[in-house]
DNA sequence: GATACGTGGAT
DNA sequence: TATCCAAGTAT
């Protein structure tokens, strides 16, 4: 017979171990000061899917450049994808504008502070809501995030695998009341997540709510969350093109406003595709070049990793002469500018690669 | 419900 | 090196 936790998790003692523990982070208010929305929300965005150290320096960043809403609204995208670049996931910043400017047009400049309301914002799901009725105008809400999900799945030993066992986690977190404090709670059991019941080696000796988890009962705490097998991950491959003119200016275009990458910038590139010829000629892959010059393959090619598939590109260089015209749609960019350009991970890699071939 | 959507760090 | 993972959302 396994041991069973005798109790359940008190919300007051992850508060008190909250007071204890609280981590000062660039977007968190002093203990008892009101958060501002702003800030909470801008943070919440970033911080989907995104580690605390990675996105506290663009937080920082922004909060420079916009220090409100109506700062947001009142630029143009292109400035917000801007600073956005090399943070990922750029739907988020498309959808962070969109929404500025939507509060400032339809809510006076003010984030709507109910759920509901929230939800109907754009970029703004299910968590984020909670999250900011909670952290930014201390709403009851049962917020639930990766870090929830593992807390509560080892609490109450979830078996049932994840993503079907979500609305079963929700009730159960939603089971954990606190009598207030809905903002800190929902932190609390965030940082909880983030520092002790970690997905590996998890310190359970640390934790306060370790006496009612069952998943510590029972030994068996990091198998959870019990996860469906994962699908493969297939490698696409294609070609890039770095143009370099001999004044030290480069070749970029934008690419198409949604999907992958969607209002970035990138170094021309042909289609992506699982069928690539690896060995065509250097003349087949020039097919496809934004134009006419002495295209040289470079050694290698530079690779990239996304979420869904892995990229492998060639990348084809050329020396074009000074006065070449940019093609429609593409334009030179100085060398020495690169840094204030929209310009993901995956086409600084082509860069530097071709940049570094003979 | 399944899939598209980035990136860099940890193990 | 390979895999997992991080304060998810939109379609």
Redesign the pocket.
């Known amino acids: 017979m396994r041991p069973a936790a005798e109790s359940r998790p008190d919300p007051d003692l992850l508060l008190a171990w909250y007071d204890r523990h609280r981590r000062r982070?660039p977007w968190?208010a002093e203990a008892g000061v009101a958060a501002d929305p702003y800030r909470v929300w801008l943070?919440?965005i970033m911080?989907?899917?995104?580690?605390?150290?990675?996105a506290g320096p663009y937080f920082l960043r922004f909060l420079q450049r916009f220090p409100d809403v109506c700062a947001l609204a009142a630029a143009p995208l292109e400035e917000a994808l801007k600073l956005w670049a090399?943070?990922?996931?750029?739907?988020r910043a498309r959808?962070l504008h969109a929404c500025a400017i939507k509060v400032v047009e339809k809510h006076g400049e003010l984030f709507p502070d109910t759920e509901d309301e929230l939800l109907k914002l754009?970029?703004?799901?299910?968590?984020?809501?909670a999250?900011i009725a909670a952290i930014a105008f201390g709403r009851k809400a049962t917020v639930v995030?990766?870090?929830v999900e593992?807390v509560v799945s080892r609490l109450f030993a979830v078996t049932e695998p994840m993503?079907?066992a979500?609305p079963l986690i929700k009730r159960l977190a939603a089971s954990l009341s606190p009598s207030g404090r809905w903002g800190d709670f929902a932190?609390a059991m965030?940082?909880l997540?983030?520092t002790i019941c970690?997905?590996?080696r998890p310190a359970c000796a640390l934790c306060p709510w370790s006496e009612p988890c069952v998943a510590r009962a029972q030994g068996d705490q990091e198998t959870y969350p019990r996860?469906?097998p994962?699908?493969l991950r297939p490698t696409r491959r294609g070609v890039a093109f770095l143009a370099e003119r001999a004044d030290g200016f480069v070749l970029l275009r934008d690419r198409p406003p949604r999907?992958?990458?969607?209002g970035m910038t990138e170094t021309p590139t042909g289609a992506w595709s699982e069928h690539f010829d690896v060995s065509a000629s250097a003349t087949e892959l020039s097919a496809g070049a934004p134009l006419s010059a002495g295209w040289r393959r470079t050694p290698g090619f530079a690779a990239?990793?996304?979420?869904?598939f892995a990229l492998e590109l060639i990348v084809m260089k050329a020396r074009v002469p000074v006065g070449t015209p940019a093609p429609e749609g593409a334009r030179w960019v100085a060398i020495a500018a690169l840094d204030s350009e929209a310009l993901?991970?995956?086409f600084r890699k082509v860069l530097a690669h071709g940049r570094n071939a003979a």
Do not use: C, W
């Open positions: 982070l968190r943070s919440e911080l989907q899917q995104t580690t605390v150290k990675a090399g943070l990922g996931y750029y739907s959808n754009p970029g703004i799901g299910a968590y984020t809501a999250a995030d990766g870090n593992r993503p079907a979500k932190q965030m940082d997540g983030a970690t997905p590996r996860k469906a994962k699908t999907g992958l990458l969607g990239h990793v996304f979420t869904h993901p991970s995956v």
